[in-house]
């Protein structure tokens, strides 16, 4: 008779070394497997006696259930074993502080013209976006600057062919509109300009201005400071006044420009202001007759005022920071400090 026990002896041992799952499957293909040593020994059953088959079967199928039992005992103390390694490690200590993550921000220009595009939506005006390449026409011609202009010279101006150019000022998108539409126009146009300067504490070839532009019928000079007095209250604060110097400039006239009284020293006098109590904020005037009829729109019938300002310009005088090349240098150190 077949010792089944040398069998069970060597299934226990070999059990005894299992410490994960694989190595339990890799057991029980070994003891239940096709060539397995179960199967073996069910071949053997056709050398035994027949008297004694019954008894042989009967012996196998008892260490075959016992067998088993024990894998699959084994099997689910492994998987627990493994469950709780996994949520060991997984666990969570919830009165742990949280992970500090770094937001991103608007930068600091983008800052300052959200705030002058909202002060101008809320008085009616409408954000239209100009090119930042332009034709001659356009960028030149249309607005009034002529042949002889020292704008047009390629010392100041990026051309990209003969007649086209990185757009000098913002001013382009006046004649971009007037074309297509009539007066009433109210429009305020936020764009990138570039002009051919050399780098240094208060130029760089590429900055930021926002345009300004109300065309409509009897429309003076007292609409123009009164809008821009607003503005500048609303940017600077009520107490904020405001001045208007005569200026020159090939598409308004008459044209100024319009200071506003420092924010710092209130108009007592300080450094920001070099003091004289005010800080030059932007350019402005009645939009030239001939820029009109350039568009086809009848001086005689309609008037209107235009206005520009560069976005560098405020925000260094706003914060008082005293390098154009901080805003474009992405260093976080400046950044964040807004
Ligand atoms: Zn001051």
Redesign the pocket.
């Given at each position: 008779m077949f010792d089944f026990n040398d069998l069970r002896k060597k299934f226990f041992d070999l059990l005894d070394g299992v410490d994960n799952l694989k190595k339990l499957e890799e057991l029980r293909i070994k003891f239940f497997g096709k060539n397995g040593e179960i199967k073996n020994l069910m071949c053997e059953i056709k050398n035994i006696a027949t008297e004694n088959k019954k008894e042989f079967g009967s012996q196998i199928n008892n260490l075959k259930s016992e067998l088993e039992l024990k894998v699959s005992e084994a099997k689910k103390k492994l998987h627990d074993a493994e469950q709780n390694i996994r949520f060991e490690s997984e666990k969570i200590d919830i009165s742990l502080p949280g992970k500090y993550k770094k937001l991103g921000k608007l930068h600091v220009l983008s800052m300052v013209e959200n705030e002058i595009i909202n002060i101008f939506i809320q008085m009616g005006f409408e954000v239209v976006n100009g090119f930042n390449i332009e034709d001659i026409e356009h960028n030149f011609t249309g607005l009034n600057i002529d042949e002889k202009h020292p704008a047009r010279d390629e010392q100041d101006t990026f051309y990209i062919d003969k007649n086209h150019v990185l757009v000098t000022a913002t001013s382009p998108i006046q004649i971009r509109v007037m074309e297509k539409r009539k007066p009433p126009i109210k429009i305020i146009s936020p764009g990138t300009v570039y002009r051919s300067d050399e780098i240094d504490a208060t130029h760089t070839p590429m900055f930021n201005q926002v345009e300004g532009l109300l065309v409509d019928k009897n429309i003076s000079m007292s609409d123009l400071r009164g809008t821009l007095d607003l503005f500048a209250k609303k940017l600077f604060g009520s107490e904020t006044k405001t001045r208007f110097r005569p200026h020159y400039f090939p598409f308004t006239e008459p044209s100024a420009e319009m200071d506003v009284s420092?924010f710092?020293?209130k108009g007592s006098?300080?450094k920001?202001?070099k003091n004289t109590?005010f800080i030059e904020l932007l350019g402005c005037g009645m939009v030239h007759p001939t820029v009109l009829k350039n568009v086809n729109i009848d001086p005689d019938e309609f008037s209107g005022f235009a206005f520009g300002m560069g976005l560098e310009r405020i925000a260094m005088q706003c914060f008082g920071i005293n390098d154009i090349r901080l805003f474009y240098e992405n260093d976080l150190r400046f950044l964040e400090q807004f």
């Amino acid at each position: 008779m077949f010792d089944f026990n040398d069998l069970r002896k060597k299934f226990f041992d070999l059990l005894d070394g299992v410490d994960n799952l694989k190595k339990l499957e890799e057991l029980r293909i070994k003891f239940f497997g096709k060539n397995g040593e179960i199967k073996n020994l069910m071949c053997e059953i056709k050398n035994i006696a027949t008297e004694n088959k019954k008894e042989f079967g009967s012996q196998i199928n008892n260490l075959k259930s016992e067998l088993e039992l024990k894998v699959s005992e084994a099997k689910k103390k492994l998987h627990d074993a493994e469950q709780n390694i996994r949520f060991e490690s997984e666990k969570i200590d919830i009165s742990l502080p949280g992970k500090y993550k770094k937001l991103g921000k608007l930068h600091v220009l983008s800052m300052v013209e959200n705030e002058i595009i909202n002060i101008f939506i809320q008085m009616g005006f409408e954000v239209v976006n100009g090119f930042n390449i332009e034709d001659i026409e356009h960028n030149f011609t249309g607005l009034n600057i002529d042949e002889k202009h020292p704008a047009r010279d390629e010392q100041d101006t990026f051309y990209i062919d003969k007649n086209h150019v990185l757009v000098t000022a913002t001013s382009p998108i006046q004649i971009r509109v007037m074309e297509k539409r009539k007066p009433p126009i109210k429009i305020i146009s936020p764009g990138t300009v570039y002009r051919s300067d050399e780098i240094d504490a208060t130029h760089t070839p590429m900055f930021n201005q926002v345009e300004g532009l109300l065309v409509d019928k009897n429309i003076s000079m007292s609409d123009l400071r009164g809008t821009l007095d607003l503005f500048a209250k609303k940017l600077f604060g009520s107490e904020t006044k405001t001045r208007f110097r005569p200026h020159y400039f090939p598409f308004t006239e008459p044209s100024a420009e319009m200071d506003v009284s420092c924010f710092v020293c209130k108009g007592s006098g300080c450094k920001v202001c070099k003091n004289t109590g005010f800080i030059e904020l932007l350019g402005c005037g009645m939009v030239h007759p001939t820029v009109l009829k350039n568009v086809n729109i009848d001086p005689d019938e309609f008037s209107g005022f235009a206005f520009g300002m560069g976005l560098e310009r405020i925000a260094m005088q706003c914060f008082g920071i005293n390098d154009i090349r901080l805003f474009y240098e992405n260093d976080l150190r400046f950044l964040e400090q807004f």
